[in-house]
Each structure stands twice: as structure tokens, then as C-alpha cells.
């Protein structure tokens, strides 16, 4: 893995109290972290984000209140969109959900910044109902894929993404999908936390197929971001 630049990052000391109703996403250590690495991103004010896989619209509310001139919350949930929706409207920020993917997203694009807590986590079966905010295929890649792929189509010149993912999943491809698509990435905060009751109950699985050691019950989560010159 590609050495980190700034390994220190804490978990996010203001976390902003928001609306989840049940089936929605709830914003986790991966969320925080991934908050914390945007604020010290140096993100200019004025700037326009994208928020893939918004969930509640933690990120996109975060962004919103470090000076984003707009913000669009895009997830595939009409749940998840409408509790975007409530979120910001509740504290008057410039939030647009967006219905979609990282495809549909580059029909808005592209953007100063993008933020993305995609699901990743291997699962043997199509992800269904609520678990499609985490279950990600075999490999934890079916999303992360599709947006390392289009980076350059969603960042702005001189924009950049900042996305959190599991070592599980693979930092080492994001990595090199990202320099594929014309982006120059790296891994600028990494955290070990012990596993969730997701990664708990698939650790059997992982185990089979390789992913974690045996035994093992503990994961890296990465933030990766990736500049566009």
C-alpha cells in the first residue's frame, strides 16, 4: 500500500445530530474519518461537492457547513434521499439530492470536490433491501470500481476525491484504477478498528476466500484522496 501522508487523523470531534429513520444508513467510524480528512483538505470556499452513497448527508451537511457554495447528495435510496432532504432542510444549506449512482452523478459534473463512502464490504450474494448501503460483491468492489473509474469525469481540474474504504477491499486497486483514470492518488489517513456486526457475521466468508487471515476480526479502514491535475 502506498505509503500514508497523514496518518493522525481522529475520529471527528463535531458530529452534527441528524435524522435516520430506519433502512438508512447510519453514519460510522468510516463517516468521521472520512469528515475529518475534509476539513483538513484545505476545500476552498465556494466550492461545488458531490456526495456519492449520502446516506443520511453527513458528508454533504459537513461539506455544506465548511463553506461549500453547493453540495449534491446523490445515493440510489429514495429513503436515504429524503432524509438528505430533511437534514438540510432543517438547517437551511444548499443540499440537492440526487437519485443515482457515480454515472448519473457526471451528468451534474464535474465538481470542485468529491466526497465517497461507498458500500464495500464482500458478500457472496447481490446485496438486497437496507444491506445495499454496505454489501459491495464477492471482491467489496462492485461500487468502488465503478467510481474509480470515472474520477476524472467527476473531479473539476484542480479538484480532488476523498473516499473511505476497507483494506479489505483492496486500497492497492483503488490506488491504481485512480492513476488509471488520470488522477494522482494517495492514502492520506488509515485507522484499525475492530469489526462491526457486519464484518463479524461475514468473517467466515472472508476467511474462505482469502480476504482476511484467519482468526483475524479486526480491520484498517483507508482514506484515499485523489487529485486531478
Known amino acids: 500500500m502506498t505509503a500514508i501522508t497523514n496518518p493522525a487523523i481522529p475520529l471527528a470531534p463535531a458530529r452534527p445530530r441528524l435524522l435516520r429513520p430506519p433502512g438508512v444508513y447510519r453514519p460510522q467510524d468510516d463517516t468521521w474519518m472520512l469528515a475529518n480528512a475534509l476539513r483538513d483538505s484545505g ?36 429513503l436515504a434521499l429524503a432524509t438528505v432532504w430533511a437534514n438540510a432542510r432543517l438547517r437551511g444549506l444548499p443540499i440537492r439530492p440526487l437519485r443515482g449512482s ?21 458478500c457472496p450474494v447481490p446485496a438486497s433491501g437496507a444491506a445495499r448501503a454496505w454489501d459491495a460483491g464477492p471482491d467489496g468492489r462492485v461500487v468502488l470500481d465503478e467510481i474509480c473509474a470515472l474520477a476524472a469525469s467527476l473531479v473539476a481540474p484542480g ?71
Request: charged share 15%.
Open 102 to 122: 457515480a454515472a448519473a452523478a457526471t451528468r451534474t459534473g464535474p465538481f470542485d470536490v468529491v466526497l465517497a463512502n461507498p458500500p464495500y464490504v464482500p
Open 159 to 229: 479538484g480532488y476525491l476523498l473516499m473511505v474504504h476497507s483494506a479489505v477491499a483492496g486500497p492497492e486497486k483503488s490506488l491504481a484504477q485512480l492513476r488509471e483514470a488520470g488522477t494522482t492518488p494517495a492514502v492520506v489517513a488509515a485507522r484499525s478498528l475492530p469489526f462491526g456486526p457486519v464484518m463479524r457475521a461475514r468473517a467466515g466468508f472472508l476467511e474462505a476466500v482469502g480476504l482476511i487471515t484467519a482468526g483475524q476480526r479486526h480491520e484498517e479502514l483507508v482514506v484515499i484522496r485523489a487529485d486531478r491535475p
Open 43 to 78: 476545500m476552498p470556499r465556494g466550492a461545488r461537492v458531490l456526495d456519492l452513497c449520502t446516506g443520511t448527508g453527513a458528508l454533504a451537511v459537513t461539506a455544506a457547513r465548511h463553506g461549500a457554495a453547493s453540495v449534491i447528495a446523490a445515493d440510489i435510496s429514495r
